[in-house]
């Protein structure tokens, strides 16, 4: 005989319990009010089949599902910072992103992962740029494979990991190249694969190394994925400051609504390696700063134009493993104000939703062995 207490544990498998206002069981007659996440029609629309296949798979076709799908308040939508569902164990989830491709974004992410890891913190490393995977050659982990671990008897992907960060790309999957004529629901079916579906176990951080520009992948991830907080990468180039305010005006969107948690400036002057106290800033100076000032978000960092960093990134060695180097300091310097401004971002948050981070402990480098 159906119980209560069965369907709740269905419920609870399925994700969905928090969307449960009530529920009544009548015989064979199952009575369910639940919560939409959001009030578009396709998203009840979506929940109802949803909840309907499921039903008839797990009870059989003689347990009647009698559902009543009510809009969220709006007032509960305006609170709802964080989008999607917690994902147990990651603590805070950072899309790294720019408004345009060739900033050096997917190496400063790199970067950001092995300075966090070597702070100390468990960082997770997701390759999200679908159409251009760089973290396998960046993470010297090309041809590995993520195996399958059975955790709670269900199956899920075990992330590659090196220099102590945990990663997933879909370069890391056979038939990676057909990813690049995938449409955006595809990619981001698979991507919501590789966060969920996987046992990252543990995070403090996990990185999530957007595709550049500000489209339907994007989209669909930071409404998918309880993203904590943005950051920003850009050249000083004028044409990629004007990108990053596309960029950020995305994070800033009513319906996403996601904080941003400052700019990095990447390429910010060239130093050469002969003259390394020399800084020359030939893309142009200060461009980031006042658009950070204009926009009201912090700047984390600027990180020079050196060729140790594009070697480092070739050979698969991020450059900010380079003990006592200018450029270690320099990502140290980065990742503190990064963790800073969430410090910042999630003390201003409702206690519900507060991430684990509130403070900065952690945040000194790791005694050396
Ligand atoms: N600060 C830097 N100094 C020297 N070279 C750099 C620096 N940052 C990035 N590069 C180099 O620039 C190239 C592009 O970087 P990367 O692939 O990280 O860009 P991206 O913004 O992620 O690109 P896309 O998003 O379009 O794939 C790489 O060869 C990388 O090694």
Redesign the pocket.
Known sequence: MLTKEKVQDFLKEIEVDDLVNNLQIVGNDVYIDMTAHSPAMHEKKKLEAAMKQAFASEFGEDIHLKLKIVSPEPSEIQQSQIKGKQIPGIQNIIAIA?GK???????VAANMAVTLAKMGFKVGLLDA?IY?P?VPTMFDTEGQKPISVEVNGKNLMKPVENYGVKMLSIGYFSGANQAVVWRGPMASKALNQMIRDANWGELDFLLIDL??GTGDIHLSIIQEVPVTGAVIVSTPQHVALADVRKGIAMFQMESINIPVLGLIE??AYFTPEELPDNKYYIFGNQGAQYLADDLGIPVLGE?????S??EA??VGRPAALQENSKIADIYTETARNMVESLVERNKNLPPTEAVKITTMAGCSPKAKK
């Not at 990180?303 to 060729?307: A, E, S, T």
């Open positions: 720019s491709g060739g900033v050096g974004k997917s190496t740029d251009g760089s595709p550049p990447n390429m990180i020079p134009l050196i060729q960093i594009r990134g070739d």
